[in-house]
């Protein structure tokens, strides 16, 4: 059974930058699709970003030019690198790989 961690949420100030760091108990070269997703208050789950096998990241339209996803295959995590965070990124973060989920972590951007 694949194992998907989310430690490394947190509190951060408007315009801060945060990293997430999902540990991934298979190699991330195993996945077609590696994911992050997240649920705002009170919305559904939404996409953010993705990195597919063959390398090819794609975001969602919100988190553009600020958001970087990527992969490190040593230590077999995926990444998401948050600058210039906003109150609208408050949210529940998921990794996720294919069919895998991680449980999710609280990020807040808030003064």
């Known amino acids: 059974q694949v194992q998907l961690v989310e430690p490394g949420g947190g509190l951060v100030q408007p315009g801060e930058s945060l990293r997430l760091s999902c540990a991934v108990s298979?190699?991330?070269?195993?996945?077609?699709?590696l994911a992050w997703y997240r649920r705002p208050p009170g919305q559904q789950r939404e996409w953010v970003a993705g990195i597919l096998r063959s390398g090819y990241t794609n975001y969602a339209d919100s988190v553009k030019g600020r958001f970087t996803i990527s992969r490190d295959n040593a230590s077999n995590t995926l990444d998401l690198q948050m600058n210039s965070l906003k109150p609208d990124d408050t949210a529940v973060y998921y990794c996720?790989?294919?069919?895998?989920w991680g449980q999710g972590t609280q990020v807040t951007v808030s003064s």
């Open positions: 298979a190699s991330v070269f195993n996945f077609n699709l």
């Open positions: 996720s790989g294919d069919d895998f």
